[in-house]
């Protein structure tokens, strides 16, 4: 796990000095080994790189970007759980996540209120609303929990009558491949009357590597649907070679594309947004490029809205 600039430079043969970094970032940088060997060294523009690297911009404020830009503080009912939308209840399973994404929304979320010892009152909160059929485990991220730990949980779930679904939401299968294979989990996986859907989280197609492939060969050997989420990011898979061939090598590793998420308005990433009329764009073109089941679907989240919001085309007067 790299953890510290000097590190990362260190390792992509980088000097910090050309790099416009915020050296004393609030949310700490953090990269696992294997992620930092799927970018190219010598190069300070690397798609995966500049997902990680906490740069200078990230301390301007910008009109707009809030800290809890998606509402997720007003939704929920007990610490750790998120009941925003119908028939379905996320479940904030753990404070970590192998890698730290500097666009992520959750980037200030108080997770020290993430505690192990939160879920009984979330597992109440789930046996007393039987409206709910889908808990998605998510994060922080659950694949950095322990086997043990992980698969308690699930058969607790299981014990819950009114549960069909059981939905995992991980970027450690991408970013740390190693660590994700759980052959304990996937066990229980196996053997779950749960359907399981793992959703992973790939934004750009060099994260995919052989290592990431093999690991998809035995989740779906456990019988689980895999599903991929992307955020659109500026410079990094805004345009529409990369976005197809995200698509392609997805599908060759078993996965469906699922979401693109547009960027979520959370203070620090502004510069990351791509505008909402080049996102429509691209979905256009990805639609003449590619079958129908390789085009995600593009999203963004509205806090208060009962949905993830899809796309549409956009009017002069979203001033997009
Ligand atoms: C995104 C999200 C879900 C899942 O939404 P789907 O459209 O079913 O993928 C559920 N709960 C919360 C709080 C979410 O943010
Ligand atoms: S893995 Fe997901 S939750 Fe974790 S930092 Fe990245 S975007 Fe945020």
Redesign the pocket.
């Known amino acids: 796990m790299i953890q510290s600039l000097q590190q990362l430079c260190d390792f992509l043969q980088l000097n910090p000095q050309d790099l416009a970094i915020d050296t004393a970032p609030h949310f700490p940088l953090k990269v696992p080994e294997h992620f930092a060997g799927l970018m190219e060294k010598g190069n300070p523009d690397d798609p995966l790189l500049k997902q990680v690297l906490p740069l200078q911009q990230e301390t301007e404020t910008q009109p707009g970007f809030k800290r809890d830009p998606v509402g997720d503080l007003n939704a929920n009912p007990i610490p750790s759980l998120i009941h925003k939308y119908h028939g379905r209840a996320l479940l904030m399973t753990s404070p970590r ?1 192998d ?3 500097r666009y ?1 929304f ?1 980037r200030h979320f108080p997770y020290e209120q993430v505690q192990k010892n939160h879920w009984q009152s979330a597992l109440h909160y789930l046996a007393d609303h039987t409206n709910i059929e889908e808990v998605i485990l998510s ?3 659950p694949f950095t929990l322990s086997e043990p730990a992980l698969c308690e949980l699930i058969q607790q779930l299981e014990a819950l009558p009114h549960l069909t679904t059981l939905r995992l939401h991980s ?1 450690s299968p991408i970013v740390a491949p190693e660590k994700a294979a759980k052959p304990r989990l996937l066990q229980t996986l196996k053997q779950s009357r749960l359907q399981v859907v793992l959703v992973v ?1 790939c934004n750009h197609p060099n994260e995919l590597c052989p290592a990431s492939a093999k690991l998809m060969q035995t989740y779906r050997d456990a019988g689980l649907t895999l599903l991929n989420q992307t955020v659109l990011l500026k410079d990094i898979n805004d345009n529409v070679e990369t976005l197809t061939q995200l698509s392609k090598k997805l599908f060759h590793q078993g996965i469906l594309p699922y979401y693109c998420h547009l960027l979520d308005k959370v203070s620090g990433a502004a510069h990351f947004e791509v505008k909402k009329y080049q996102a429509w764009s691209l979905y256009t073109q990805l639609r003449q490029q590619l079958p129908g089941y390789l085009v995600p679907q593009f999203v963004e989240e509205i806090a208060g809205e009962p949905y993830k919001t899809v796309l549409t085309e956009p009017t002069q007067m979203d001033n997009a």
């Open positions: 996540c890698v730290h994404c992520c959750r994060g922080g991220d970027r989280h």
